[in-house]
Each structure stands twice: as C-alpha cells, then as structure tokens.
C-alpha cells in the first residue's frame, strides 16, 4: 500500500474473493485491522464522501 490509496470496499472484495468468506466477516476483520494500524500512526483513513479509503502514513 505504501503511497497507494485503497477503498475499503475494494479492500473488502479482495479478501472475499482470496479467502472465500462473507463479506460480513470480512467487514469486520478489515474494520478492525485498519483500526489497528491508525493507532500505531501507519495508515490514515480519508473519507470523501461516503466512501472510506486509506493510504499508508510514511
């Protein structure tokens, strides 16, 4: 991710799809994990709009 932007729903579909499990599931997963890497300062989440995205904090 380093310098790239991702939405999170984009995020969502590749797990679903590699891992084969529900898209729920995986909402939550991800939810968790970008909630992680914003408190360790290595992810910063923008929102334009009502679409979340994320892009790696140098």
Do not use: N, W, Y
Not at 7 to 33: L, S
């Amino acid at each position: 991710l380093e310098g790239k932007e991702m939405k999170v729903g984009q995020i969502i579909e590749m797990i679903c799809e590699e891992f084969e499990v529900a898209q729920k599931k995986a909402e939550e997963d991800v939810d968790k994990f970008i909630k992680e890497m914003c408190e360790k300062g290595i992810v910063k989440i923008r929102a334009p709009g009502q679409k979340k995205s994320i892009v790696h904090s140098p």
